[in-house]
């Protein structure tokens, strides 16, 4: 699966730093038939055993579009498509859309222009996630060589949308997000063949004046502990030893009945599973992050040590605008209960600059917080105004140039932050799961439970996938340097 640049670009910290080594998948189907590129799809095709040909499908975004793409990709491969690493090749692309910020939503229609040309070969082209959400059917008048509009609150009734492409249908879609549903999938193409993606919670129940996540991604609904239990079984199986359990607002997961597991003991019954070692979860929300998280860390230590928990701002003003339902001082309090746990838990946030009304004020409080809250790293990030969200009737009153001088002050300050944080950590042992390995010799790379990256030396012939003691040597503000302690 080809990735695009992700929003995340603008992260001041690591970790879009991307060490994912691909891993061949092969799941044995047979394929009968193979449509021929430049063919027109045929109704004699139709049907479970038949060849559907093949797909490449790249993705933008966060990786819970990353996550979709691995099920999207799953579902295909078990109606016998075959994944192909270049449009040229497939006979069907499919591009996973991002509309968080308006940049994101305008790559997508550029993109698509490129591939006109390729539908006149005969190839079905698709538009999956936000932006066909957003867009809905108007994506067919802007782009009439796309067949496919499908955003991802309707991805369970892919198949029988590929049925209806494979009949020949030039229209089709899926747009409902008024289900309380969940996409549940027998097979996920994983990437990364160490840490498995595994969406806990779809959609978001909060109504952030700025964002377009509750209107693309629909209502919030929670997966059975059961079936998120088997699933973590099947991927310990597997080989997988890290998960990462993956919502919009993963910490509001509610476990279904009869069971009703509070998500602090969904953690530590995933932790339990034999032969998985980290546990990892995003995006938690302030509001719903209680002492009962810290207490599951503190107790279990293959719960990583490391919470993402967005501010977005420092202002109380600025907060309330953006209907975050906390303030300056509640969100403090959560920053406190994280720092006080008996063992350190690393810290990291999304910061907005520039939304509507803010003042320099609000900004020098923003600035204050990243001093009080001491982040490991932040994902920082322009105001865009969405469609459909309530802050567009907001005037969108600061200056470009003045949103990115906020910015470029913001991820100043936080580099000085994280340089610091991470020379304290000189001398220190640290455990990595290595995750790459670079092309000069005896260097290879890794993530520790705090999700720093660690850069190190090492003479092991092969470390891939294991867990090895690093000693740091050295720091940036976006990574550790070390040497294996053997
Ligand atoms: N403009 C800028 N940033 C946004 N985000 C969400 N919506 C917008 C927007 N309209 C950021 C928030 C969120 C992250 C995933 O993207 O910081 O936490
Ligand atoms: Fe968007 Fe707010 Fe929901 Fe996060 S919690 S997805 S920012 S609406």
Redesign the pocket.
Known sequence: MQRAAR?HCERTGVVNCDLRMGKSFDIGLQQLTRREAGARPDVSFAGPLAARGTFFLETFG?QMNDHDSEKVAGVLLSRGYRQVETPEAASLILYNTCS??EKAAQKVFSRLGEYREKQKDGKIIGVLGCVAQQEGEDIFERAPWVSLVCGSASYRKLPEMLAELEAGNHRVTGLDTDTDETFETEMTRRDNPWRAYLTIIEGCDKA?S????PYTRGPERSRSSEAILREVHQLAALGYSEVQLLGQTVNSYRDPRPRGMRFSELLLAVADVPGIRRVRFT?SHPSDFGQDIVAAIESEPKLCDHVHL?V?SGSTKVLQAMQRTYSREEYLEKVDMIRSAKRPIALTT???VGFPGETEADFEETLSLLEDAQYDSL?S??????PN?P?LSMNDSIPEEEKSRRLAVLQDKQREIQRVRNLALTGETVEVLVSGKSRRENQWAGYTTSHRLVNFTSQAHELLGTYVHVRVTDATPNSLLGEHAV
């Open positions: 929003p966060c968080i910020r952030c700025y964002c377009v996540v995006t967005p977005q999304d910061i907005i994902f990030f322009k105001y865009s105004p969405r969200t802050s």
